[in-house]
T-cell receptor, first 117, second 115 residues
Framework: DQQVKQNSPSLSVQEGRISILNCDYTNSMFDYFLWYKKYPAEGPTFLISISSIKDKNEDGRFTVFLNKSAKHLSLHIVPSQPGDSAVYFCAASAEWPDSGSARQLTFGSGTQLTVLP | SAVISQKPSRDICQRGTSLTIQCQVDSQVTMMFWYRQQPGQSLTLIATANQGSEATYESGFVIDKFPISRPNLTFSTLTVSNMSPEDSSIYLC????????????FGQGTRLTVV
């Protein structure tokens, strides 16, 4: 049972245009969401996050939108650049049962973004 | 942020053998995490390694198959035992950042192929 779903395994976008990556979740206990970017032969790197008390968070070319009622979040990249070509993972966080420290992280299966020059 | 060095970066192993993956962090951390990413799949948490205590394994993962060591606050190892082709995956170690103890930093991963 996938609690975090990225239904598009791949996305191709022209350089300079907007890239929109989508993520859906089912667990209403998730209250913090993150996006990671992964290049081949490297580990995922943190990109941007959003708390459930917000509906938008922006950092330069990257904006994450959260629609709690729809249990949906999206990552917008504007303008897209060839260097953005990577796999993007959505992750959701909830309090870890019986733990006062680190929180549980659940990842989606990733979307391969290709930005065409 | 944390810098995590993981090795080996890749290996090809014979079925029935074992491989130990090492993870070194540039700062002391309480919890270290081991993930597996099977082809086309999400990152799945294998276990949480706490210094001074036994690792905590997620459903579907057992200590006999994935023994973990955590001898100090900067180092951990994951062993993939008695390997089969189904164990072919990318294995990643991870630590958490300070923000809600959620933001994860990852090593570069170990790409394991079992033949």
């Amino acid at each position: 049972d996938q609690q975090v779903k990225q239904n598009s395994p791949s996305l191709s976008v022209q350089e300079g245009r907007i890239s929109i990556l989508n993520c859906d979740y089912t667990n209403s206990m998730f209250d913090y969401f993150l996006w990671y970017k992964k290049y081949p032969a490297e580990g995922p790197t943190f990109l941007i996050s959003i708390s459930s008390i917000k509906d938008k968070n922006e950092d330069g070319r990257f904006t994450v939108f959260l629609n709690k009622s729809a249990k949906h979040l999206s990552l917008h990249i504007v303008p897209s650049q060839p260097g953005d070509s990577a796999v993007y993972f959505c992750a959701a966080s909830a309090e870890w049962p019986d733990s006062g420290s680190a929180r549980q992280l659940t990842f989606g299966s990733g979307t391969q973004l290709t930005v065409l020059p | 942020s944390a810098v995590i060095s993981q090795k080996p970066s890749r290996d090809i192993c014979q079925r029935g053998t074992s491989l130990t993956i090492q993870c070194q962090v540039d700062s002391q951390v309480t919890m270290m995490f081991w993930y597996r990413q099977q082809p086309g799949q999400s990152l799945t948490l294998i276990a949480t390694a706490n210094q001074g205590s036994e690792a905590t394994y997620e459903s579907g993962f057992v200590i006999d198959k994935f023994p973990i060591s955590r001898p100090n606050l900067t180092f951990s190892t994951l062993t993939v035992s008695n390997m089969s082709p189904e164990d072919s995956s990318i294995y990643l170690c991870s630590v958490r950042g300070a923000v809600l103890n959620t933001e994860a930093f990852f090593g570069q991963g170990t790409r394991l192929t079992v033949v």
